[in-house]
T-cell receptor
Framework: AQSVTQLDSQVPVFEEAPVELRCNYS??????LFWYVQYPNQGLQLLLK??????LVKGINGFEAEFNKSQTSFHLRKPSVHISDTAEYFC????????????FGKGTLLTVNP | SQTIHQWPATLVQPVGSPLSLECTVE??????LYWYRQAAGRGLQLLFY??????ISSEVPQNLSASRPQDRQFILSSKKLLLSDSGFYLC?????????????FGPGTRLTVT
């Protein structure tokens, strides 16, 4: 079985400050990792993904994440946030298989203040 | 390009009434399809997934059912709604192979059971 822990339920930051949203996972097999963003009353949008290869992955809106196998982590970072980055962020893991189900963390609400 | 539609966008239903939520995907064939429920502060819960027409797998025993009458159509139903069925319902699709882990979400349906 696999699981995802997002260590912070809420992260408040000021505009133009850097931010890191933490994600740890557990899985007994190789994993694929994802970060999704959800704006209020909308569906989820894929920010970035790690399938294989380079452990540093870049996504949309200036976000990046680093896969650390030894620490079983996939933290999301952005060097300078904007007001428009205010949203809920979800980390997800999949171990492949015949149906490729995703297991989601409970989400981190990022609030960017002026 | 692929798009995913959900309707209705919002729904208010009394306890004990039936439910039918519809999801359709355009621009792809033979997708995997998923229904999730999102309750406040509880992340995303996978309800059902389907790998083909008429093939439905249930993740959580509950008051809901799902059907896939056509390749790109996924329907979530209930005969009698409970208060606990309130939430934000999201449909998603994924492709085949390694990319099957990458899920794309619809805009969601906000269901309020009164």
């Amino acid at each position: 079985a696999q699981s995802v822990t997002q260590l912070d339920s809420q992260v408040p930051v000021f505009e133009e400050a850097p931010v890191e949203l933490r994600c740890n996972y557990s899985s007994s097999v190789s994993v694929y990792l994802f970060w999704y963003v959800q704006y209020p009353n909308q569906g989820l949008q894929l920010l970035l993904k790690y399938l294989s290869g380079s452990t540093l992955v870049k996504g949309i809106n200036g976000f990046e994440a680093e896969f650390n196998k030894s620490q079983t982590s996939f933290h999301l970072r952005k060097p300078s946030v904007h007001i428009s980055d205010t949203a809920e962020y979800f980390c997800a893991v999949s171990s492949g298989g015949s149906n490729y189900k995703l297991t989601f963390g409970k989400g981190t609400l990022l609030t960017v203040n002026p | 390009s692929q798009t995913i539609h959900q309707w209705p966008a919002t729904l208010v239903q009394p306890v004990g009434s039936p439910l039918s939520l519809e999801c359709t995907v355009e621009g792809t064939s033979n997708p995997n399809l998923y229904w999730y429920r999102q309750a406040a502060g509880r992340g995303l819960q996978l309800l059902f997934y389907s790998v083909g027409i008429g093939q439905i797998s249930s993740e959580v025993p509950q008051n809901l059912s799902a059907s896939r009458p056509q390749d790109r159509q996924f329907i979530l139903s209930s005969k009698k709604l409970l208060l606990s069925d309130s939430g934000f319902y999201l449909c998603a699709w994924s492709g085949l192979g390694q990319g099957a882990s990458e899920q794309y979400f619809g805009p969601g349906t906000r269901l309020t059971v009164t």
